[in-house]
Every structure is written in structure tokens, then in C-alpha cells.
């Protein structure tokens, strides 16, 4: 064996014990680091209550609970996509299922409207050839031993 090929070996082999050394040490770290108890863990304060009306904000629900609860409503489980869209200027969740069904379940898990894919049917004219007097016979079709072998000298 060569010595380029021996110490382009050696230099890659280097380097990838380096990366690996690099990958654990820094895992442990990780790892070190989740399991210390909080050193610093704040003294509860005296708080004073003030009445004050606040707003009630419904958490927003992820995709899979609003695929979920969709779900239910239409007692269909044949779900293919779930995405953020706009329904009446606001953003919703559409759920589709494969069978056609729309539904619309707003952030808070409301449904705001459940509908199908429209059909949409598409007529194609019929094209016919004008000209072709060939009695119904196809003309790809080769004819009467034309083109049917060839002979190859080998």
C-alpha cells in the first residue's frame, strides 16, 4: 500500500475520532446539565390581588386535536390532510378527508363549517379522422409480411 493512501487513512480517521469526541462530550453535557436540580428556585412574595376583568384567551388547539374533534363531528376516519387556512378573513384549520368531506374548525375548536369537494366534470370532444379509408384497419399494424423480420448476419 502506498503511504499517500496510508496517510490520507490516518488523517480521516483522526478527524473522525475528534468529531465523535466532540458529539459524546457535548450529549454528556446535555445530559449533565437536565438532571442538576434547580439551584436558584425564587422565594414566594407576598402577592396582592387586584379584580381586575382580564380578557379569557382559549389556548389554541394543534392540528391533530382539531383533526380529532373533526373527526367525531362527521364520524369519518379517513383523514388525509390537516392545514392552516382562511375562512372568513380568519385562520382556521381545514381538515380534509379522503372521501371529500371539508370541515373548518376555528383555533379555539369550534367548528365553523363542514362542506364537500365540489365535483367538477370536464366532456372532452370526440376526435374523429376524416379521411382515413382504410376500411377499420389500423395502419400502425404492419401488413402482409412488410417489416415483419429482419434478417441480421451475424
Avoid at 499517500?4 to 469526541?21: G, R, Y
Avoid at 439551584?39 to 380578557?55: K, L, M, R, S
Wanted: proline share 6%; glycine share 8%; net charge negative.
Amino acid at each position: 500500500m502506498r503511504k499517500s493512501t496510508l496517510f490520507i487513512s490516518a488523517a480521516l480517521t483522526t478527524f473522525m475520532l475528534a468529531v465523535m469526541f466532540g458529539v459524546v462530550s457535548a450529549y454528556q453535557n446535555i445530559v449533565k446539565s437536565a438532571s442538576l436540580p434547580e439551584v436558584a428556585q425564587a422565594q414566594p412574595t407576598a402577592v396582592q390581588i387586584v379584580n381586575t376583568p382580564v380578557p379569557t384567551q382559549v389556548a389554541p388547539i394543534t392540528p391533530e386535536a382539531a383533526a380529532a374533534l373533526a373527526s367525531q363531528v362527521i364520524n369519518r376516519t379517513d383523514l388525509f390532510s390537516a392545514e392552516i387556512t382562511q375562512f372568513n378573513g380568519t385562520d382556521v384549520y381545514l381538515i380534509t378527508f379522503s372521501s371529500g368531506d371539508l370541515v373548518y374548525v376555528g383555533f379555539d375548536g369550534q367548528i365553523l363549517s363542514i362542506s364537500k369537494i365540489p365535483v367538477t366534470v370536464v366532456n372532452q370532444p370526440v376526435v374523429t379522422r376524416k379521411g382515413n379509408n382504410n376500411g377499420g384497419q389500423n395502419n400502425s399494424a404492419p401488413r402482409g409480411g412488410e417489416g415483419e423480420h429482419e434478417e441480421h448476419d451475424d
